[in-house]
């Protein structure tokens, strides 16, 4: 702590604004000293208001907004572009962050006199809370997998033709989904944050990555935190003042040299999202012109044109090289072992007996890829159903072993969302999901308002899923609810698959903005304010998904070479085989013995069983090994190389890794998705391309 008499003074004005409901900054800096040369001047710095006085947004609170949804969008139609050719789609909460911040500190060109020179921690917290919601549409809103599988219904098979919607259909269909989970996560905050503290760890990571950003000391270890939630309100509002002057007094020692030497470290980082932002765009480009640079037949180059024929090729991908270097190692490797097992091994069996006949190995119905598919689909529904009941579990311990303990909310009051508004929020928008997806689908009133209630339910164990693994399991709460569905409404595949989206949208609203609540709470945010941000943010995130999801679909034929949407086999088959449809040849022993391997594999994680516990990190991710068999090895193959490559600099170059990783990825991933918005274009005017070098399946 500083006891400087600049502090005491700061802190003693902060008090007689008490008051005052604001979002400016306070200008805080230390007396004039004789013992500093002009060039050693200390820098002025502006200092965000505490979340206590945040009940209205500031000048720059709205710009943050406004950058928060212009960073958003910007994933959006990245999200899209990538979940339409492998159901990949990010969060982007520590890339909105980095981004934000590089923005404000381009515009505020050292002035901390102006709107972005104000840019402070909380404005940050809000920013990234208003990107991540605007970015995650395509996911919620069921773009990448639910939309798709519509559209590939079977008269014949499914007794429905296939249903596309229009451009406004779209609209009332994502505002239908995207609200409701948003207003069902306040409560869950008391329970999962601050009683239970479940440590959501890409929400403490944002949060680290933000004090670090703005210079301030390091997160509160666990202990701290506890003692910080059981802080009375008064005495909260005290510390936050302290805690404001005392974080921030670091700051303002900084000297003009020291300055210059933060410049140059951020023009470091301009340019390396500057180079790799344009090498992936330049070769994005070029890739529309020539495809054969998207998917090297290497193996027919070298007489092995069956590797090219399962889809064993490079796709020299830097975003997908970002990709792998942002899930990591050991996600990439899991997945690259179901890659090999399902089309390296089953495939070629199933294609060989007869069990998969069609030569069009990429073939949803009798081709290989459908053959493997199934075997996919049994894991993820086995890990999905064994981790939701340890969950279940989970949930039901920590309420009783923490039921007598008393919390306080360490927010003011005045910062906590009213429950008026998220009750009532909560009606509302589940009634308006209702009265939309009702008459959309022809489905009775009773369909959709279980579908709700059963997002509600699921939406729990998808929270606390993502709490403690970081992982929500949005995909396997939708399958739950279709197994529900389909003992209620039997022989509907449409209700089905729209009972799944529900869910789906309900779990990942509430677990983005769950995550966005860790973080706040560990900066002292104002919960209220990042409840607004991300109700303005899914709002906007609506128009700028239908317009992506338009002009891919526009210019791109779905599902095909360019945009497979594997997910939506996997929801439309999901429907079939439990409407009365019926598995792939020989299918059903295959996908036994894995659907009991694939259960298995979360037990590891709640029995520690030992010994052999400290081994269970070898075992792949369950999940992400269903993925690498249903995901084409042309995708999964840079991903590999992309986490192997930040593996080794990290070992062997931490510093330069810790400072400049996640910026090259970042600049790789964007840089294809946001070119990818021209070559879409370029596509659905029909410019020419030259098909010269490649093969099938990929021209």
Known sequence: RHNTNNTQKGMEERKRSKGHTTLDSELISPPASPEFAEEDAPIVRHVPMNAVNRSTFS????????????????????????????????????????????????????????????????????????????????????????????????????????????????????????????????????????????????????????????????????????????????????????????????????????????????????????????????????????????????????????????????????????????????????????????????????????????????????????????????????????????????????????RSEAIHDPSAKNDRVPRLVWVGGLIVSSIFCIIIVSPMFHMPVWQPFLAVLMALVVSVLAVRALGETDLNPVSGVGKVSQIFFALVAPGQVVPNIVAGAIAEAGAQQAGDLMQDLKTGHLLKASPKAQFYGQLIGSLFSVIFAVAAYELYTSAYRIPGPEFPVPTAGIWLDMARVLNGGHLATNVLPFCCVFAILGGILPLFELFHLGKLHKYSRYLPSGIAFAIGMYVTPNWTIPRVIGSVAQTLWKKYRNDSHENYMIILASGFVLGEGVTSILTAILASLHVQSHNWGCEKPFC
């Open 59 to 402: 000048p720059t609170g709205i710009v943050s907004i406004l950058v928060g949804i212009f960073v958003g969008a910007l994933m959006c139609f990245s999200n899209m572009y990538f979940g339409l050719q492998t159901g990949w789609v990010t969060m982007g909460s520590l890339q909105s962050t980095l981004l934000g911040f590089g923005i404000f500190k381009a515009l505020s060109r050292g002035n901390t006199e102006s709107i972005f020179g104000r840019f402070g921690p909380l404005d940050n917290v809000l920013l990234q809370t208003t990107a991540v919601a605007t970015a995650t549409m395509p996911l919620a809103g069921g773009f990448v997998g639910i939309l798709p599988a519509l559209g590939m219904l079977d008269e014949k098979e499914d007794g429905v033709a296939p249903i596309k919607l229009s451009f406004m259909q779209m609209i009332l269909w994502s505002v239908a989904l995207c609200f409701f989970g948003v207003f069902f996560a306040v409560p869950l905050r008391k329970q999962a944050i601050l009683k239970e503290k479940l440590r959501f760890p890409s929400g403490t990571a944002t949060a680290q990555m933000i004090r670090v950003l703005h210079k301030l000391p390091p997160l509160p270890n666990e202990q701290e935190e506890e003692n910080l939630s059981k802080v009375g309100d008064a005495e909260m509002e005290l510390l936050r003042d302290e805690d404001i002057v005392d974080d921030n007094f670091i700051d303002q020692a900084l000297t003009v040299q020291q300055k210059e030497e933060e410049q140059k470290e951020w023009n470091r980082k301009w340019m390396v999202l500057g180079v790799s932002f344009g090498v992936s765009a330049f070769y994005t480009f070029a890739g529309h012109f020539f495809p054969v640079l998207k998917n090297l037949p290497i193996g027919s180059w070298f007489g092995l044109g069956v590797l090219t024929q399962w889809y064993w090729v490079l796709t020299p991908s830097l975003s997908y090289v970002g990709q792998g270097m942002i899930m990591g190692l050991h996600t990439n490797l899991s997945m690259l072992a179901g890659t090999v097992l399902g089309w390296a091994i089953l495939g070629p069996i199933a294609k060989s007996k007869g069990w998969a006949p069609n030569e069009n190995i990429g073939s949803w119905k009798n081709g290989a890829k459908g053959w493997i598919l199934w075997i996919s689909l049994s894991i993820m529904m086995s890990e999905a159903i064994v981790s939701l009941i340890v969950m279940v579990g989970k949930i039901i311990y920590g309420i009783v072993k923490n």
